[in-house]
């Protein structure tokens, strides 16, 4: 090999460690703002005490102010954390958990894609819904928000199953069997994916409940997030080493 072959592949070599550094360092940022969004925005969520009763949860989001700026934090939460789940699927490229981050990256497309669609639902047009409700109470109008808080359980489920379930069991496999990051934390998170993943079906099952939706869930998709805003931290720790 010449010598200026040889220097040409190390500047490629060097500019694609930069490129995918700063890749990685976005995704960072991107998985740490979204997590903390995706908590403030969870907390502020309007929910009734009665979560098992669908009047009095329509009547819950028909009283907030807040339900629209809410779930549209909520969006823009969810497409940050899909940037830090890309950086992530990066950050152990070559590592013997790659594959599964192969896969989880995948299923995080279709969990986003959920994502969109109930933000959309839920967010906008059951805000909507159960104002007329609110604004002209009657059967009609109740039975129309009544199927609404069922469209918006269905996506509901299925995206607790998707996201919190199979996504991030399939990257906390890829970080269980990761050199770059301590292995305890990939199992946590299949600990927890698992759990999410069980509570995603029992809920499609069965409805809304203040066990499985306001109690277990609840839980495991917030030390979820936590593991998400931890490994935007590990991640951007990283880069800076790597620099």
Not at 146 to 163: K, N, P, Q, R, Y
Not at 184 to 202: D, E, M, N, R, Y
């Amino acid at each position: 090999m010449s010598a200026s072959h040889a220097s040409g592949s190390l500047d490629d070599g060097a500019s694609s460690a930069a490129d995918d550094r700063t890749l990685i360092r976005i995704g960072a940022v991107s998985a740490i703002i979204g997590a903390v969004l995706f908590m403030v925005a969870n907390i502020l969520h309007a929910r009734s005490p009665n979560i098992e009763i669908t009047q009095a949860q329509i009547e819950a989001v028909a009283a907030s102010d807040i339900w629209l700026t809410d779930h549209l934090v909520l969006l823009v939460s969810g497409l940050l954390l899909l940037g830090g789940l890309v950086a992530l699927r990066k950050s152990i490229s070559g590592q013997p958990g790659a594959a599964w981050a192969e896969f989880g990256y995948v299923s995080a497309l279709v969990s986003t894609g959920l994502w969109v669609v109930l933000i959309g639902l839920d967010g906008i047009t059951s805000k909507v819904v159960h104002d007329a409700y609110a604004a002209a109470p009657g059967a009609g109008t109740l039975a129309i928000a009544e199927m609404m808080e069922e469209i918006d359980i269905g996506l509901f489920s299925t995206f607790i199953i998707v996201f919190f379930g199979v996504t991030l069991l399939l990257y906390g496999l890829g970080v269980a069997f990761s050199d770059n990051y301590p292995r305890w934390l990939g199992w946590v998170a299949v600990v927890l994916a698992t759990a999410s993943l069980i509570t995603g079906f029992v809920q499609a099952y069965t409805g809304l409940s203040v066990l499985v939706t306001s109690m277990l869930f609840s839980s495991f998709s917030s030390f979820l997030t936590l593991w998400l805003l931890t490994m935007g931290v590990l991640m951007w720790r990283r880069t800076r080493v790597a620099s």
